[in-house]
């Protein structure tokens, strides 16, 4: 499908942020294999949230959706998961993927987990490797680097791991397959990433420490939780770098998750000099949460990397955006993750950005981006991924004529309302 998007002469409004993403498979997961029922409100309906519980579904747990984006959870307890009759579908999503591959490498049965034509195609011997350590057998393509993935899963043992990258998926993999291990399971981080897993595991009652690097994790039971899943900061920094970047905008964007782990753009567009304001700040199921306001504003180019990245690391094809318009140079590196997303997101993301004439160079884990440039409206291509989709849509809203984006329906991974959101913003 392709979405025509024309010059907005303004953007005001409020946005509810759809749910988080990285929550919603977290809450569903978890409360899948334990003791109890659990309400989860403000479910997440992206697609990737959606493949998460068709695949529990399909190994017998009982979940059944309500109105109004509930979700109903019979846990199944710590055994009480079954042998799929079919390969399990992924779909697009990462998360899913990995997070289930820990999870199903602990039970006592075959399972065959694949995904798409992209998902097939992203790493997952990071994944594999430590999970082997632990006394799991997983075979995959591409040298047991690729999916499909067939996993035979037995009796595991609780190892300590060094994460190679700061991975918010791996690490939860290993903590799933650690609930379920002989002895602790420690892993220490070489910088910290998204760390919902251990806020759930926590509430649920695992017998999990934080100490600065490290986490350790002792086998557990889990007890169920009814859970309100806040928006997704990730689908709200789309709108406040709209926001920052248009020259007569008022944003504000609700019910927002500020999780110090994922609130990177909050930083990134301070250190720009956005006009952004954060109030109502409140914990929601045990994630900080605010109401977030942006305005139009005066951008400086910035540099980024190390610790930053992690916490910002689905954002950094918007950060691109934003340097495109504002003063002088930003420099992005330290990101070479964004090589194996759903594509080579620092390729693509200068490639469909210099389309709109923006200046933009690749880096070997990043870009430089030189500002100060006016755009101008473009046939660009998501190369399917929502990231990119949405970002150009953003774009579009700031260049001089239409953008044309080739398949923008690419957005309803993560945020199934986002050209609606973006057609109301731009209705005054």
Same mark, same amino acid.
């Given at each position: ?190 910088? !910290?990433? /998204? ?5 759930? $595991?926590?509430? *649920? @009652? %695992?017998?999990?420490? +934080? =100490? ?47 999780? !110090?782990? /994922? ?5 990134? $567009?301070?250190? *720009? @000099? %956005?006009?952004?304001? +954060? =109030? ?66 620092? =390729? ?81």
């Amino acid at each position: 499908m392709k979405q025509r998007v024309k010059n907005a002469r303004a953007l005001e409004g409020e946005i509810y942020p759809p749910s988080d993403k990285s929550i919603s498979h977290r809450a569903v997961i978890l409360n899948s294999v334990a003791n109890g029922n659990a309400r989860i409100v403000n479910f997440s309906q992206a697609g990737d949230c959606s493949a998460t519980v068709a695949c529990l579904q399909a190994l017998g747990v009982k979940i059944e959706p309500c109105v109004g984006g509930e979700l109903l959870v019979q846990g199944a307890g710590k055994e009480g998961l079954n042998e799929p009759e079919d390969v399990l579908n992924a779909e697009n999503s990462a998360t899913t993927m990995r997070i289930l591959t820990g999870l199903l490498a602990a039970q006592s049965f075959l399972s065959v987990v694949t995904g798409d034509r992209s998902l097939r195609s992203r790493p997952m011997g990071r994944v594999i490797k430590p999970l082997r350590l632990m006394g799991a057998r997983i075979w995959g393509r591409h040298d047991d680097t690729r999916a499909p993935l067939v996993i035979q899963g037995g009796q595991l043992h609780g190892i300590h791991y060094q994460l190679p990258v700061a991975s918010a998926q791996l690490k939860s993999a290993l903590l799933l397959a650690g609930l379920f291990s002989r002895g602790d399971t420690i892993i220490q981080e070489p910088m !910290p990433s /998204r760390d919902h897993t251990e806020r759930l $595991l926590n509430a *649920m @009652g %695992a017998e999990i420490k +934080v =100490s600065g690097d490290t986490i350790t994790l002792s086998p557990s039971s889990l007890d169920a939780i009814d859970l309100t899943i806040p928006g997704d900061i990730s689908s709200a920094a789309l709108w406040l770098v709209a926001g920052a970047v248009h020259h007569q905008a008022r944003i504000r964007l609700l019910s927002t998750g500020i999780n !110090p782990t /994922r609130s990177g753009i909050l930083d990134v $567009l301070r250190l *720009m @000099g %956005a006009d952004l304001t +954060v =109030s109502n700040e409140r914990v929601l199921s045990g994630e900080p949460v605010a109401d977030l306001e942006v305005r139009s504003s005066s951008l400086t180019g910035v540099e980024i990397g190390g610790e930053l990245i992690p916490r910002l690391i689905d954002e950094i094809p918007l950060v691109a955006l934003a340097a495109s318009v504002a003063h002088g140079k930003t420099v992005v590196k330290d990101a070479e993750e964004l090589r194996v997303k759903e594509t080579d997101r620092i =390729s693509a993301t200068v490639k469909e950005l210099s389309k709109m004439g923006a200046d933009a160079k690749e880096l070997p884990d990043g870009m430089i981006i030189y500002g100060g440039k006016k755009l101008h409206g473009a046939s660009c291509d998501s190369h399917g991924d929502h990231r990119l989709a949405m970002m150009l849509g953003v774009a579009a809203l700031i260049a001089d004529g239409e953008t044309e984006i080739d398949k923008s329906e690419a957005a309803d991974i993560s945020y199934p309302t986002f050209w609606d959101d973006l057609e109301r913003l731009t209705a005054g």
